[in-house]
């Protein structure tokens, strides 16, 4: 399993421990860590794992270079595009705990993964009967948002008001951010049929009774 990131036109592991996979049929699964980040722009229209992609990023050469090992190493392959991760200490709530909220009035529409369901569908993977030497998946919730939306909801949900934030003007990255709604079908037939946290509620819910249940210790 990897999630390193990749290098201008390579994969850094591969490009120096390909050899570990050998010989062919030794390992039987492996997988890496992508986003959804290599779908092109959709102006806020569903995204697939057949969806347009853009090659040239370096990003996307990964994906190709570990799929290619299914074929090569005769193993499963795996590649797992996911949204926006967010759980303990990396979520709205925190954010807006740690007076570094930044925009929080974008309206285009972004998908999200708890981490907790990432690791799930990963882990359901490695133990799939399905037998295929290469596969993509969108890794995300059911639920797509805004991040004017999920803010919203973290200050309601842990009474945060207004005052006790920084917020700043829209950055370039703010601006052009792409706006996509991630199609999570695959992850939901073939990996793990319900999610604990299908939306940015239940999770920032469940992030805010750990943070009660803490201090309460």
Not at 94 to 119: E, P, Q
Not at 156 to 178: C, M, N, P
Request: proline share 4%; charged share 30%.
């Amino acid at each position: 399993m990897s999630s390193i990131p990749p290098l201008e036109g390579m994969d850094p592991l591969l490009s120096v421990h390909q050899d570990m996979f050998r010989p062919a049929g030794k390992t039987k699964w492996v997988g890496y860590i992508s986003s959804t980040s290599v779908y092109s722009e959709s102006e806020g229209g569903w995204v697939d794992e057949g969806s347009p992609t853009d090659q040239s990023l370096n990003r996307c050469i990964a994906e190709n270079l570990w799929l290619e090992l299914g074929d090569l190493e005769e193993m499963r392959s795996r590649v797992f595009r996911c949204a926006g991760i967010y759980g303990p200490n990396r979520n709205a709530l925190a954010t807006l705990r740690a007076r570094k909220a930044g925009n929080t009035t974008d309206s285009k529409l972004v998908s999200r993964i708890h981490v907790g369901d990432l690791c799930r569908g990963i882990h359901a993977s490695m133990t799939s009967s399905i037998s295929d030497r290469k596969r993509v998946y969108n890794m995300s919730d059911d639920l797509p948002a805004s991040r004017r939306d999920v803010f919203s909801y973290a200050k309601r949900l842990g009474s945060i008001s207004e005052g006790d934030t920084d917020l700043v003007k829209l950055t370039r990255r703010d601006k052009s951010r792409s706006s996509k709604r991630v199609k999570n079908a695959r992850l939901h037939n073939e990996l793990i049929t319900d999610l604990v946290y299908p939306s940015y509620v239940e999770g920032l819910k469940d992030l805010e009774r750990t943070i009660f249940n803490s201090a309460k210790l």
